[in-house]
């Protein structure tokens, strides 16, 4: 079983930044990407940003150019930069390990860090 500790959300002003980590333990198996979604109120979960085990990224396009994603192969972790922030940013992220064993694929969720973008 995998475990996904998130870190790093909170309150910030339009136009501030924030960064979040998100760090994996338990029974993790070959990696095959890493990533962030975001659910905002009343809207459906949503992909911000992945990042494969090859280092290839993709971006929402509506934080392209403002977030940036990364990832330590070594550590397990990935992280999300977060810049010129929106209030249409807020939203609960969750960070997303998928990974596999032979033909198994398992899809692992973190619990869910709040950020808000308000003045």
């Known amino acids: 079983q995998v475990q996904l500790v998130e870190s790093g959300g909170g309150l910030v002003q339009p136009g501030g930044s924030l960064r979040l980590s998100c760090a994996a333990s338990?029974?993790?198996?070959?990696?095959?990407?890493m990533g962030w979604y975001r659910q905002a109120p009343g809207k459906q979960r949503e992909l911000v940003a992945v990042?494969?085990?090859?280092?290839?990224?993709n971006y929402a396009d509506s934080v392209k150019g403002r977030f940036t994603i990364s990832r330590d192969n070594a550590k397990n972790t990935v992280t999300l930069q977060m810049n010129s922030l929106k209030p249409e940013d807020t939203a609960v992220y969750y960070c997303?390990?998928?990974?596999?064993?032979?033909?198994?694929?398992?899809?692992?969720w973190g619990q869910g860090t709040q950020v808000t973008v308000s003045s």
């Open positions: 338990g029974s993790i198996f070959s990696i095959t990407r």
């Open positions: 990042i494969t085990s090859g280092g290839s990224t």
């Open positions: 997303n390990l998928v990974s596999s064993r032979g033909p198994t694929v398992y899809d692992s």
